[in-house]
T-cell receptor, first 116, second 110 residues
Framework: NAGVTQTPKFRVLKTGQSMTLLCAQD?????MYWYRQDPGMGLRLIHY???????AKGEVPDGYNVSRLKKQNFLLGLESAAPSQTSVYFC???????????????FGPGTRLTVT | DAKTTQPNSMESNEEEPVHLPCNHS???????IHWYRQLPSQGPEYVIH???SNVNNRMASLAIAEDRKSSTLILHRATLRDAAVYYC???????????FGQGTRLTINP
């Protein structure tokens, strides 16, 4: 099992450009999450999904869109990148709903994004 | 959201036990206590969880106070590889997400 994978690992964007981050999991998990982590800070939830075709907003959703067309994939889009979106982005998955709300989340390695 | 309080940083020596405290005075009866850690330049990894009883696994032990208002993550014999940020997080019954706080940055001295 590869677990949770993220592509790309690094990316530099100019202000106003767009891009999509891909997260894939092979554990058949229902729940998937996108977090961002700024230097020296904890993780903040951007968007999440509780199943194929569903998405919901987290703490900091502005400037991002997401899609979950397939159960194993969760895409995070930046339509018009801004320097404030420079961060490390982590994807995670879990099966909390099947585990009596025990949130054992599995994280990907992260994508380091710089917006200039 | 029910919150947790952790010290910003702690320091310990290699091969000694480490006790990482967490206060969660507003915990509800059905909230699970989760611990995650984040090694440098990596994503967080699950460590352990508990509800009422103390728990042990290959990574650590979790001691939960009788009133459940606090808990302690115990690393029995710290190694340099245990240097990380440790997050104590409450899992709310029925909630679809976790809320990560700032965590405790653990430094291990050789």
């Amino acid at each position: 099992n590869a677990g949770v994978t993220q592509t790309p690992k690094f990316r530099v964007l100019k202000t106003g450009q767009s891009m999509t981050l891909l997260c894939a999991q092979d554990m058949n998990h229902e729940y998937m999450y996108w977090y961002r982590q700024d230097p020296g800070m904890g993780l903040r939830l951007i968007h999440y999904s509780v199943g194929e075709g569903t998405t919901a907003k987290g703490e900091v959703p502005d400037g991002y869109n997401v899609s979950r067309l397939k159960k194993q994939n969760f895409l995070l889009g930046l339509e018009s990148a801004a320097p404030s979106q420079t961060s490390v982005y982590f994807c995670a998955s879990s099966n909390a709903v099947l585990a009596n709300w025990v949130h054992e989340q599995y994280f990907g390695p992260g994508t380091r994004l710089t917006v200039t | 959201d029910a919150k947790t309080t952790q010290p910003n940083s702690m320091e310990s020596n290699e091969e000694e036990p480490v006790h990482l405290p967490c206060n969660h005075s507003t915990i509800s009866g059905t909230d699970y206590i989760h611990w995650y850690r984040q090694l440098p330049s990596q994503g967080p990894e699950y460590v352990i969880h508990g509800l009422t009883s103390n728990v042990n696994n290959r990574m650590a032990s979790l001691a939960i106070a009788e009133d459940r208002k606090s808990s302690t993550l115990i690393l029995h014999r710290a190694t340099l590889r245990d240097a990380a940020v440790y997050y104590c997080i409450l899992g709310i019954q029925g909630a679809q997400k976790l809320v990560f706080g700032q965590g405790t940055r653990l430094t291990i001295n050789p």
